[in-house]
C-alpha cells in the first residue's frame, strides 16, 4: 500500500535550532554564574576558573557578598608552613633564609600554585643582593611574609604567589621618643591585613619597660611610621624582673594582638581599631610550661586559645562570667593519643607530645615532640579541625625553628574593580 501523504498524515518537520534560545556559560547572568563558582571545592580551583575570562573575574571582583559566602563554604587552604633558619651560632653551614615546605596534598590546583609562585624568596634576594645573612620572619598574613634583617634593620613585605617583593623599608632609624628608638628589642613584628583591600597593611612593633608599654604603626599607604604615647598597664610583674617580662612571640585575631608575660599569668591585649591595650588574666593550668598554647581564630572568626599538654589538645573561648566579665573559658579539649597512632603507626612510640605552633581559620597546626628533645628525631607536623576535631598529617621535618603557616590569599586582582 502507497504511504499516505495527505496533508494530514505528513511527516514531522525537522526543528530548526533556533540560536537565540541556546543556553551557554557566557551567556550566563552573573547571579547564577557566582552560584555556580560557590561550589567550586576550594579558593585554588576558583582562581583558575575566575581568571578564565574578564565576565568572570569582574563578577568576582565585584561582588563582596560572594566573597564572604565562598569563605564560609570553604576555607583557605593551607599551602605550606614557613621555618625560620637556626641561629647561624649554632648551624653556620646552613643557608641563613627561610625554608618552605609544601603540604604535598592531593588538590590539583593547591599545588600549581605553590609550583608557579616564589616561595624560595628568590625576589628577596635579588632586590637586596648585599644583604646575606639575618633574614626571618617575623609573620605571615594575606599572603604576605613579613622578613626582617637585623643586621641591616630593614623588613620587607614579600608576596611569593606574585613572585614579587611588594616593599621594602628601615625600622632601626625612625624618630625618637623620651631616649627610645622606633622598634622593640627583643619583640617581633606583627602584619595587619585587610581582605577587602589586600594591597594596603600595617606593620605593629610594641616597646614596654618596666610599668609601661608603647605601639608603632608602619602605614603602607604612607610610607611612614607612626609612634603610639605610653600607657602604663596593670598586672605587671614584680619589681626586680627587670623589662624582659613580656614573650618575644606575637598572635593575632579579629584585629587583636596578643602577648603573653612571661610569668604565663596574664595576657596583654591591644585593639587595633582603637590602639587601645588591655590586660586579661589566663586560666592557671595555662601557666604549667609542659603547656604549649597559641591564640587564633575559629572557622567563624572568633578568638580562641588552643593550648596542647602531652597528646591533649584543648580549645578556650571568651565568654562573659559572673558580672559580665569577660574570661577564658574551656570550651573542649580531647585525647589525641589514638588519633596519633591511627595517623602515624609504629612510629607514634618515638613521641609523647605534641606542640601547638600555630591556629589560623578553625585549624591548629602541631608538632609532634619527644621527651629529650632530640634533634635527630624529626618531628610529625599534622592539623586538627577544630570544628571535627579530625587528624591529618602533613610532613616530616626537623623542628628547629619558628614556625609560621602560609595560608593561600585572596588574589588582589578578584578583589574590587
Not at 526543528?15 to 552560584?35: C, F, H, K, N, P
Request: proline fraction near 6%; glycine fraction near 8%.
Amino acid at each position: 500500500m502507497a504511504r499516505d501523504r495527505s496533508p494530514t498524515n505528513s511527516p514531522p518537520a525537522k526543528r530548526r535550532m533556533d540560536s537565540s534560545t541556546t543556553t551557554t556559560v557566557a551567556s550566563l547572568g552573573e547571579d547564577i554564574l557566582l552560584e555556580i563558582f560557590l561550589r567550586l571545592p576550594c579558593l585554588a580551583t576558583l582562581v583558575r576558573a575566575a581568571l578564565t575570562c574578564r565576565g568572570w573575574r569582574r563578577a568576582v571582583a565585584s561582588s563582596p557578598a560572594f566573597r564572604r559566602r565562598f569563605r564560609q563554604l570553604h576555607p583557605a587552604p593551607l599551602l605550606g608552613l614557613f621555618f625560620n633558619p637556626p641561629g647561624a651560632v649554632q648551624e653556620p653551614a646552613l643557608p641563613a633564609f627561610p625554608s618552605f615546605v609544601p603540604t604535598r596534598g592531593t588538590d590539583r590546583d593547591q599545588a600549581a600554585a605553590v609550583r608557579g609562585g616564589d616561595f624560595f624568596l628568590t625576589s628577596l634576594q635579588q632586590r637586596r643582593p648585599g644583604v646575606h645573612n639575618g633574614w626571618d620572619i617575623h609573620d605571615c598574613r594575606g599572603g604576605y611574609v613579613l622578613l626582617a634583617n637585623g643586621d641591616q634593620e630593614t623588613m620587607a613585605v614579600v608576596n611569593p604567589l606574585a613572585r614579587r617583593s611588594e616593599r621594602f623599608f628601615d625600622y632601626g632609624h625612625g624618630d625618637t621618643l623620651e631616649g627610645h628608638r622606633v622598634y622593640a628589642v627583643g619583640h617581633r613584628a606583627c602584619l595587619l591585613c585587610s581582605d577587602e583591600n589586600p594591597t594596603s597593611f600595617r606593620v605593629v612593633i610594641i616597646a614596654h619597660d618596666k610599668s609601661r608599654v608603647r605601639a608603632t604603626v608602619f602605614c603602607s599607604d604612607t610610607g611612614e611610621w607612626s609612634i603610639r604615647p605610653w600607657v602604663h598597664i596593670p598586672g605587671k610583674p614584680r619589681r626586680g624582673r627587670g623589662e624582659g617580662w613580656i614573650r618575644s612571640c606575637n598572635v593575632q585575631a579579629q584585629g587583636f594582638l596578643y602577648w603573653v608575660y612571661k610569668n604565663r599569668k596574664h595576657m596583654l591585649t591591644l585593639d587595633t581599631a582603637t590602639m587601645d591595650f588591655s590586660v586579661d588574666e589566663l586560666p592557671i593550668f595555662l601557666q604549667n610550661r609542659s603547656c604549649s598554647f597559641v591564640v587564633g581564630e575559629m572557622k567563624n572568626g572568633e578568638p580562641c586559645i588552643v593550648y596542647a599538654i602531652n597528646f591533649t589538645v584543648g580549645v578556650l573561648l571568651r565568654r562573659a562570667e559572673n558580672h559580665g566579665v569577660d574570661r577564658w573559658v574551656l570550651d573542649k579539649a580531647e585525647l589525641l593519643e589514638t588519633q596519633l597512632g591511627q595517623v602515624l603507626g609504629n612510629v607514634m612510640e618515638d613521641y609523647n607530645k605534641v606542640e601547638v605552633v600555630g591556629v589560623r581559620d578553625g585549624f591548629v597546626y602541631l608538632a609532634t615532640l619527644d621527651e629529650l628533645n632530640d634533634s635527630s628525631t624529626p618531628s610529625w607536623f599534622l592539623s586538627l579541625c577544630l570544628e571535627t576535631m579530625i587528624l591529618e598529617k602533613l610532613f616530616q621535618r626537623t623542628y628547629d625553628s619558628s614556625v609560621h603557616p602560609y595560608i593561600m590569599p585572596w588574589p588582589p586582582s578578584l578583589v574590587g574593580n
